[in-house]
């Protein structure tokens, strides 16, 4: 069982930066990809980002390809989402997740575990 909880959304004008976290609970954190999805008002869950489990492999949408970076730091069960010129079609809830493999997927049904999502919301 794997609990996960983001921290560090909020309120950012346009070309601005924010760095969501999500900690996990467990031991065996170090065994699961992790992605990030969002949901805007209106839209479907998507795909942002994922990682895998040693962190040496990454993929990014295109849409935020160049501007956000996706990070985890195994020794404290933390994984990261750095997002830098964000623009207004970046508002969404970001939600962290986990799957029980080594790779992550591009799906929201493919993953295992989810945070309670946090709100990002980007003015123009």
């Known amino acids: 069982q794997v609990q996960l909880v983001e921290s560090g959304g909020g309120l950012v004008q346009a070309g601005g930066s924010l760095r969501l976290s999500c900690a996990a609970s467990?031991?065996?954190?170090?065994?699961?990809?992790m992605g990030w999805f969002r949901q805007a008002p209106g839209k479907e869950r998507e795909f942002v980002t994922g990682?895998?489990?040693?962190?040496?492999?990454?993929y990014y949408a295109d849409s935020v390809k160049g501007r956000f970076t996706i990070s985890r730091d195994n020794a404290k069960n933390t994984v990261y989402l750095q997002m830098n010129s964000l623009r207004p079609e970046d508002t969404a809830v970001y939600y962290c997740?986990?799957?029980?493999?080594?790779?992550?997927?591009?799906?929201?049904?493919?993953?295992?575990?989810w945070g309670q999502g946090i709100q990002v919301t980007v003015s123009s």
């Open positions: 990682i895998s489990w040693t962190g040496g492999s990454t």
């Open positions: 997740a986990a799957v029980n493999s080594g790779s992550y997927g591009l799906g929201p049904q493919q993953y295992d575990y």
């Open positions: 467990g031991r065996t954190f170090s065994r699961y990809a």
